[in-house]
């Protein structure tokens, strides 16, 4: 699977960003997808995931009630709807794909990975 990420940008903090990943290469409805994000000298960290039908979604805490993640398999894609953004939430978002619901909420073994786009927040 081949990931294409974007939609990312500079925002002020309260702003909104909409994040895509369109995916291509292999059947896109076989896959969970997630969302991920580094920020400078941290580690990458889990932000959002969402199962091949939709029907089960997972966020981190920090996220929890000001992104949403969903996907449309028609148009192979997947999105991360970011609100409330604030100076906390600038990194570089990645999307992943695995074939499994439970490894696609982790970094550690992640089938694929897309390229990554800049989100920073001003203050």
């Known amino acids: 699977v081949q990931l294409q990420a974007c939609g990312g940008g500079l925002v002020q903090a309260g702003g909104s960003l909409r994040l895509s990943c369109a995916a291509s290469?292999?059947?896109?409805?076989?896959?969970?997808m997630g969302w991920f994000r580094q920020a400078p000298g941290k580690e990458r960290e889990f932000v959002a995931a969402?199962?091949?039908?939709?029907?089960?979604?997972y966020y981190a805490e920090f996220v929890k009630g000001r992104f949403t993640i969903s996907r449309d398999n028609s148009k192979n894609t997947v999105y991360l709807q970011m609100n409330s953004l604030n100076p906390e939430d600038t990194a570089v978002y990645y999307c992943?794909?695995?074939?499994?619901?439970?490894?696609?909420?982790?970094?550690?073994?992640?089938?694929?990975w897309g390229q990554g786009t800049q989100v920073t927040v001003s203050s």
């Open positions: 992943a794909a695995d074939r499994s619901l439970i490894a696609v909420r982790s970094t550690s073994s992640i089938d694929y």
């Open positions: 290469g292999r059947t896109f409805s076989n896959y969970n």
């Open positions: 969402i199962g091949w039908s939709g029907g089960s979604t």
